[in-house]
């Protein structure tokens, strides 16, 4: 059973870092030693055993440092089993039903033989960095629509795999 777990995101106002903190913290209590790293700090995944990759998405891409992330490590994560999610529509679409990784990131899937990936609803609150991000809020059209049940059930998810016998 893998006992290190990376979860690296890549965020603009912090929204998909929390989300990555609770996946960590939810493979931790599952007896898995599990970190939540910004995607840029990180400069190595020689020491973990599994990787989550996250982040926000912007205009139907991943946010740069999540992107980065993978191009730079690429070599290191295709021995080791892989989970994405993103974080994005500002409606309860993702909630409602399955939404397909947009195209990057279903090449980085086909790349890497990534195990899964799940979308979760975004959050863009008032306070969010950008002129397009500021412009949605000031629209109505923001909010929080994340749903931490569905992250935590991910991440528990996640935990049962990695405890089972097909773990790469």
Request: charged share 25%; aromatic share 6%.
């Amino acid at each position: 059973m893998p006992r290190k777990v990376l979860v690296a995101y890549g965020t603009k106002n912090g929204s998909t870092a929390q989300i990555a903190q609770i996946v960590a913290e939810v493979l931790s209590k599952a007896g898995l030693t599990a970190e939540a790293l910004p995607a840029r700090s990180v400069t190595s995944v020689s020491s973990y055993d599994a990787v989550v990759v996250g982040s926000g998405l912007y205009a139907g891409r991943w946010h740069k440092d999540a992107r980065r992330f993978v191009r730079r490590h690429r070599r290191s994560l295709a021995p080791r089993p892989i989970w994405l999610f993103s974080s994005g529509p500002l409606d309860a679409s993702a909630s409602e039903r399955d939404i397909p990784p947009v195209p990057g990131v279903r090449r980085v899937m086909d790349n890497l033989e990534v195990t899964e990936h799940v979308t979760f609803g975004g959050c863009l609150e008032e306070g969010a960095e950008g002129r397009i991000a500021r412009m949605i809020v000031r629209s109505g059209k923001g909010g929080d629509f994340r749903d931490f049940t569905a992250i935590e059930a991910w991440a528990a998810h996640i935990a049962e795999e990695l405890a089972g016998p097909e773990s790469r």
